[in-house]
């Protein structure tokens, strides 16, 4: 079995960049075709900034070239990549194949599981009884939930804003041999509890999964009810969103999705995880989605429609996490040189879903594995071609590569 690769951990603290190839783009399976095109820049607006360009034929062509590129460079199954910005037009595009089975090409209607793009759904239900009252971002963490290391001084804003110090439970060092395992979020608790606190509360970033875990919890003892129906109803339909954005009760996975490839289960061979149970993830990762939801949610979450504005401002307060000067990590949100939103990583598919304020831009991008390419994320790679023709002055993630830190 290869070394193990702490699942969702990699939101976005380890989303390192690397440089675009430039040899030239192969030719690749894709629901739309796409011819060469020639370089086309960004036009400076009147603020210093960069204006998003018209989305013409020409800007689609190279998008295309870019996107089949990096398709080549990382061996990733399929993608489907979403742009869209007001008055600009629209990008839409999939390209490579949803099932190595079958050879059934990945479309734009394909659900995906989301990872870690889980976690603005459940911020987002904490922030909204923030708003009813019903408790406080400044509320320690032992004021809901008994036995938590430092409890008594963590607390809910440092749970969200991932500086609670808690150990990461799929950090473990055995838990990638348990991955296919149900868990109950007691289960996961108990094996990040076992372990000391990496650091005191607020200290610095460090990203963990238990903080959710606990955030999750807490949602299910204030209102009564369980987490799945909170998000479902609270949440997901609250922002409009379709019944194919769903937080599971099991491993419901609503039909058609594109079939999800990993190397990191154990064995260490290539594997089909569409199946397999997110309970290791529950409110740190466990959703599912599809394009025309992650598109609308992703300038839900990023403009605070389901919250009051002084709580949203709070959420967008973003604290440096110690890697990429000016970009930093709120409450369960990111903002990359003014990319606005989260990504997703778990066996089997990766998501990036932003919204960039100065264009009212929405990017989406969404991938049937979640193997790395030469140690990068590679939503991280087709979200850097991507911006880098859209968006040069808004380039995702950034910055040059950076060797992740194993927690």
């Not at 870690?116 to 408790?135: I, M, P, R």
């Not at 003014?338 to 990583?345: E, T």
Request: glycine share 10%; hydrophobic share 40%.
């Amino acid at each position: 079995m290869r070394p193990t690769r702490t699942r969702m951990r990699r939101a976005w603290v380890a989303v390192a960049a690397a440089g675009l190839l430039t040899a030239p783009a192969v030719a690749g399976s894709a629901y739309g075709a796409a011819t060469p095109a020639p370089s086309v820049s960004a036009v400076p607006s009147s603020d210093g900034g960069t204006d998003f360009p018209q989305l013409t034929p020409a800007v689609d062509a190279q998008l295309d070239a870019a996107v089949r590129q990096v398709l080549s460079d990382t061996k990733v199954p399929g993608v489907t990549v979403g742009l869209w910005a007001p008055g600009k037009g629209s990008y839409v595009r999939s390209f490579g194949v949803s099932d190595k089975v079958t050879g059934a090409a990945m479309k734009p209607d394909l659900g995906v599981r989301i990872g870690s793009e889980t976690k603005t759904f459940t911020v987002t239900a904490l922030l909204q009884l923030v708003d009813q009252g019903k408790l406080s971002l400044d509320d320690p963490i032992g004021k809901y939930i008994t036995g938590v290391p430092n409890g008594n001084r963590i607390t809910l804003r440092e749970l969200a804003g991932m500086r609670s110090g808690l150990y990461n439970y799929s950090e473990d060092p055995s838990f990638d041999a348990k991955i296919t395992s149900t868990f109950t979020p007691q289960q996961l608790l108990d094996i990040s509890f076992k372990h000391p606190v990496n650091f005191a509360p607020n200290a610095k970033f460090e990203y963990s999964n238990t903080n959710l875990i606990l955030l999750g919890l807490v949602i299910e003892k204030i209102t009564g009810r369980p987490l799945h129906d909170v998000i479902n109803q609270d949440v997901v339909k609250a922002a409009g969103l379709s019944d194919r954005t769903l937080f599971p009760i099991g491993n419901e996975f609503p039909e058609p999705r594109a079939q999800g490839y990993t190397n990191d289960l154990p064995g260490g061979k290539i594997t089909n995880a569409t199946e397999l149970s997110p309970s290791w993830a529950w409110a740190a990762g466990a959703m599912v989605s599809d394009l025309q939801d992650l598109r609308s949610w992703a300038k839900t979450v990023a403009t605070g429609t389901l919250l009051k504005p002084a709580t949203q401002a709070q959420r967008l307060k973003t604290q440096p996490i110690g890697i990429i000067p000016g970009d930093g990590y709120g409450l369960g949100i990111f903002n990359v040189q003014g990319w606005i939103g989260h990504n997703g990583s778990l066996p089997g598919y990766e998501t990036l879903t932003v919204y960039l304020p100065q264009a009212q831009a929405t990017m989406v991008i969404m991938l049937n594995t979640d193997d790395l390419s030469n140690g990068q994320e590679p939503s991280t790679l087709f979200g850097e071609a991507v911006t880098r023709i859209v968006t040069p002055d808004h380039l995702y993630p950034g910055h040059k590569p950076v060797e992740p830190k194993s927690g």
